[in-house]
């Protein structure tokens, strides 16, 4: 329940390993709007949370250290309000398997790049993606 009493509405974020943009968008959803909404993230494929999502939510005061790397099988048959797939690799994959859901948005957010990077560099990429996911979520939700 809300803050108003209000059933909170189910939200799940989609990617194809759940590492970096969907566990981004769970931490800044529930960061954001977690009293109106319980918020979820899921993959095609597990891969662990990337250490880089986590740093870069650390800046800004966001810790998902403690979120984990999570199929879309633990959500099978499981309602939620809206589903977000956040990736154009993934979009099928989740799409052919998504959770019961009710309104669908697709929301393609590039990955960031780590390979040939340097450790500045990369954490710049990952700074990008979190504020498009931020002001996007912003524009969306807010």
């Not at 986590?54 to 939620?80: P, T």
């Given at each position: ?87 154009d ?37 990952f ?16």
């Amino acid at each position: 329940m809300s803050a108003q009493g209000k059933e909170k509405l189910r939200i799940i974020f989609l990617c194809s390993y759940n590492s970096v943009r969907s566990q981004i968008a769970e931490g800044l959803m529930r960061h954001l709007f977690g009293t109106r909404y319980d918020v979820f993230s899921a993959g095609v494929a597990r891969s662990g949370v990337n250490p880089y999502a986590v740093a870069v939510m650390k800046e800004i005061g966001i810790d998902i250290s403690g979120q984990r790397s999570k199929s879309l099988l633990e959500f099978k048959g499981r309602h939620f309000d809206v589903v977000v797939t956040l990736c154009d690799n993934g979009k099928d994959a989740c799409l052919s398997c998504l959770p019961d859901g009710g309104r669908v948005i697709h929301y393609h957010v590039p990955p960031p790049h780590e390979i040939g990077l340097s450790n500045e560099d990369v954490m710049r990429e990952f700074r990008e993606v979190r504020e498009q996911i931020k002001n996007w979520l912003i524009y969306q939700f807010g």
